[in-house]
């Protein structure tokens, strides 16, 4: 069945897409106000599941560090020149439909942006399901198909067209693009037939983002635990304040580490981070880990704050809620697990997580 977006499905939708952030994937603020903008009070995008049409699809997001989009604005045609870019390579016909990259954070809205901006309309499969932060954990990826030819188009005007090379190939040479580049820009991969991919994509990602806002809305200020979990379908780690905030940098992706204790059980939960939230543990034990989501929320409002803007003593919620199904398989779990990060830790699954 279609879905209609208009403007005023936007706040739930941004509600549910910072949930599947996991904490990262960038502030969707920006993109948001973009989307309600381009809708204005009338118009509509449409996306639909993964039913038996079978349409030409490009996969598009934004890589980088989406955060600097205050300081290098986008130009607005960067999907358009992506897009263009990566057809005329492979001279396949335009796409019929669009999919997102991700559908954690503020890539579950680019794909709206891009499909409002080419007229088309959104196919409800992505390649994460959540927010993950490399190209090698595309779901594409995992299952040995292609991720070239890419295109990527920055708001300054450069295309960079990339080919021949695995994921973590094009990992290595889209970052070193960004950096001469100022730090972001629009992605599409190469259009191809819904059903050559239909088996290596996670499905439904922007319908449960959207059932996720729109739950959330039914909350009352300063949710207790129960009506959090029941609201969410999620299970409370932790309910109290940050204890402590550590970051890190480095040659790759920031860590870092969040202390909250639980002002009921006076437990201590401590959340490790790399971008996304990856892992918890309870007291020491281990409680919950990726692929499943775990995400922080504000305490009074209960909704998702980034890891980026978390402060010791600010009150918060820390939740997991189960990770997309793609990923909870033995043979897709070990690209996503803790040690897919470099964490000394098994997988927890929801079903045995620990509050």
Same mark, same amino acid.
């Given at each position: 069945?279609?879905?209609?977006?208009?403007?005023?499905?936007?706040?739930?939708?941004?509600?549910?897409?910072?949930?599947?952030?996991?904490?990262?994937?960038?502030?969707?603020?920006?993109?948001?106000?973009?989307?309600?903008?381009?809708?204005?009070?009338?118009?509509?995008?449409?996306?639909?599941?993964?039913?038996?049409?079978?349409?030409?699809?490009?996969?598009?997001?934004?890589?980088?560090?989406?955060?600097?989009?205050?300081?290098?604005?986008?130009?607005?045609?960067?999907?358009?020149? &992506?897009? *263009?870019?990566?057809?005329?390579? /492979?001279?396949? $016909?335009?796409?019929?439909?669009?999919? !997102? %990259? =991700? #559908?954690?954070?503020?890539?579950?809205?680019?794909?709206?942006?891009?499909?409002?901006?080419?007229?088309?309309?959104?196919?409800?499969?992505?390649?994460?399901?959540?927010?993950?932060?490399?190209?090698?954990?595309?779901?594409?990826?995992?299952?040995?198909?292609?991720?070239?030819?890419?295109?990527?188009?920055?708001?300054?005007?450069?295309?960079?067209?990339?080919?021949?090379?695995?994921?973590?190939?094009?990992?290595?040479?889209?970052?070193?693009?960004?950096?001469?580049?100022?730090?972001?820009?629009?992605?599409?991969?190469?259009?191809?037939?819904?059903?050559?991919?239909?088996?290596?994509?996670?499905?439904?990602?922007?319908?449960? &983002?959207? *059932?996720?806002?729109?739950?959330? /809305?039914?909350? $009352?200020?300063?949710?207790?635990?129960? !009506? %959090? =979990? #029941?609201?969410?379908?999620?299970?409370?780690?932790?309910?109290?304040?940050?204890?402590?905030?550590?970051?890190?940098?480095?040659?790759?992706?920031?860590?870092?580490?969040?202390?909250?204790?639980?002002?009921?059980?006076?437990?201590?939960?401590?959340?490790?981070?790399?971008?996304?939230?990856?892992?918890?543990?309870?007291?020491?034990?281990?409680?919950?880990?990726?692929?499943?989501?775990?995400?922080?929320?504000?305490?009074?409002?209960?909704?998702?704050?980034?890891?980026?803007?978390?402060?010791?003593?600010?009150?918060?919620?820390?939740?997991?809620?189960?990770?997309?199904?793609?990923?909870?398989?033995?043979?897709?779990?070990?690209?996503?697990?803790?040690?897919?990060?470099?964490?000394?830790?098994?997988?927890?699954?929801?079903?045995?997580?620990?509050?």
């Amino acid at each position: 069945m279609p879905h209609t977006i208009t403007a005023e499905d936007v706040p739930a939708l941004v509600t549910g897409v910072n949930v599947l952030g996991c904490g990262g994937g960038g502030d969707a603020a920006a993109f948001a106000s973009m989307l309600r903008h381009s809708l204005g009070e009338t118009g509509t995008v449409t996306w639909h599941e993964a039913g038996a049409h079978d349409p030409v699809i490009v996969p598009v997001g934004v890589v980088g560090a989406v955060n600097v989009l205050s300081e290098k604005l986008p130009n607005g045609q960067e999907f358009r020149e &992506a897009i *263009a870019a990566v057809t005329r390579w /492979t001279g396949s $016909p335009a796409p019929d439909a669009l999919m !997102a %990259v =991700e #559908a954690g954070g503020p890539n579950a809205l680019t794909v709206l942006l891009a499909a409002l901006d080419l007229g088309l309309p959104v196919v409800d499969v992505d390649l994460m399901g959540r927010a993950l932060p490399r190209l090698d954990q595309l779901s594409w990826a995992v299952r040995g198909l292609p991720v070239t030819p890419c295109a990527l188009a920055e708001p300054g005007g450069q295309i960079l067209v990339v080919d021949r090379t695995d994921a973590r190939g094009l990992e290595r040479t889209v970052r070193g693009f960004l950096t001469a580049a100022g730090g972001w820009a629009a992605l599409a991969l190469a259009p191809v037939r819904l059903s050559a991919v239909r088996d290596a994509c996670v499905h439904g990602s922007l319908t449960r &983002a959207l *059932a996720l806002g729109r739950a959330h /809305t039914e909350l $009352p200020h300063r949710p207790d635990r129960d !009506a %959090v =979990e #029941a609201a969410l379908g999620c299970r409370v780690l932790a309910a109290g304040r940050i204890r402590e905030v550590a970051r890190s940098g480095g040659p790759g992706f920031g860590r870092g580490s969040v202390t909250v204790t639980d002002a009921a059980s006076a437990a201590v939960v401590r959340l490790e981070t790399e971008n996304e939230i990856l892992l918890a543990l309870r007291d020491g034990e281990l409680a919950a880990t990726v692929p499943d989501v775990i995400c922080l929320l504000d305490r009074r409002t209960a909704l998702p704050v980034a890891i980026d803007r978390v402060r010791p003593g600010q009150e918060v919620i820390a939740v997991t809620l189960p990770g997309p199904e793609f990923w909870r398989r033995p043979d897709t779990e070990p690209y996503v697990s803790p040690r897919a990060f470099g964490l000394d830790a098994g997988v927890v699954g929801f079903e045995a997580a620990t509050t």
